[in-house]
């Protein structure tokens, strides 16, 4: 079964084939970022315009391993994102299901970027015996932690109560002079600086000891930089001790979480996974552990993962969703 998928849920319009949900037979990604750039962080108005430039050719190139016939099912990112950007994707889904007559299924961007992980597993077969594993989702917009019992069966057990880890990456990064997206700046930064120069702390959620909160430490960051003119050196200090201090308590409450159940494995997903220093950390930390990263070109946003997603959610349920489908800014993961 091949299937297309669309994603245009921020600033990236892409559209990928994926034979099986897991075979990737294109992967075309456009990004906006370069316009996002000069006003620090994603114009809305500004992504919907490109993507309504981009999306047809994007989707040209995608398919063009195939022949139209041979695509068997669409399927697009119905959210959560910027409303405007979600439209755009989700109406290009519903025209192509229309004039090719083919089934045609919205999925969950968030739940996505966990499945790209799973594309990482051997086979199928050894995926389904990984279970229940913990799954993390740390993306610009979004930070979950959650008990995977299968694929699209998940137990939330922490989120962010401010903001996304990505996030504030980014506005670290806007502190620090970087332009946006500042995340991976702020790790090149990193690894020319000292973390235990500054002692940064992360947030602890009383009600929830998963959830998580980074808009303290990133204040800190601010009070550590205010008022003063910063060598290149204290800077990268001030990244790294910024880092390291994020991804101990994103460890932290992995440890945790997995006290409660046999976790055999853990899938990590969303930009933030590209992070070689968290990837170091995460596998010191857990070394008889599986932890699966997604495939390169996988970890940011890409509509593999959606096509991936789309395939187990048809064969989960083979209808096509009615086209009156709406998209959703906002859906919770579990
Ligand atoms: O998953 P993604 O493409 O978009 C959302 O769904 O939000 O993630 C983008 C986020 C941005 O905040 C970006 O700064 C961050 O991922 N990011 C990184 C790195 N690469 C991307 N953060 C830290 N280290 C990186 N290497
Ligand atoms: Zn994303």
Redesign the pocket.
Same mark, same amino acid.
């Given at each position: 079964m091949i299937v297309l998928g669309i994603e245009t849920?921020?600033d990236e319009t892409a559209a990928s084939l994926v034979r099986g949900g897991r075979d990737i037979l294109s992967n075309v990604i456009a990004s906006s970022a370069d316009i996002h750039e000069r006003y620090g962080g994603v114009f809305p108005e500004l992504a919907c315009r490109r993507h309504i430039d981009a999306m047809l050719p994007v989707i040209e190139e995608a398919i063009r391993p195939v022949h139209r016939s041979e695509i068997d099912l669409i399927a697009v990112a119905k959210g959560p994102g910027l409303v405007g950007a979600l439209l755009i994707g989700m109406q290009t889904a519903k025209g192509l299901s229309l004039a090719w007559k083919r089934p045609f299924i919205g999925v969950n $961007?968030v739940e996505a $970027?966990l499945y790209a992980a799973m594309m990482s597993a051997p086979s199928s077969e050894l995926l389904a015996h990984l279970f229940p594993s913990l799954g993390l989702v740390l993306?610009?917009? $979004?930070t979950f932690l959650v008990k995977i019992l299968s694929v699209g069966r998940y137990e939330l057990l922490g989120t962010t109560v401010d903001d996304a880890i990505?996030?504030a990456?980014?506005k670290v990064g806007t502190l620090l002079g970087l332009s946006y997206?500042? &995340?991976?700046k702020?790790?090149k930064l990193a690894q020319k600086g000292d973390p235990s120069r500054f002692a940064f702390k992360a947030g602890q959620v009383k009600k929830n000891p998963l959830d998580f909160s980074f808009s303290g430490l990133k204040t800190s960051v601010f009070y550590a930089l205010k008022d003063r003119k910063l060598e290149e050196e204290e800077k990268a200090c001030a990244a790294a001790a910024f880092q390291e201090t994020a991804f101990a308590d994103i460890a932290a409450k992995t440890a945790l979480a997995m006290k409660n159940f046999p976790c055999h494995a853990i899938f990590v997903g &969303?930009?933030?996974s590209?992070?070689l220093r968290l990837r170091a950390l995460l596998t010191e930390k857990f070394p008889s552990l599986p932890i699966f990263w997604p495939p390169s070109n996988l970890?940011?946003?890409n509509a593999a993962m959606i096509a991936g997603l789309g395939y187990h959610k048809f064969l989960e349920s083979p209808y096509s969703h009615p086209l009156d489908l709406e998209v959703q800014t906002r859906i919770p993961i579990a």
């Open positions: 849920t921020c $961007h $970027h993306s610009g917009g $979004h990505g996030e990456f980014d997206p500042g &995340g991976p702020v790790e &969303g930009g933030v590209s992070n970890s940011l946003d």
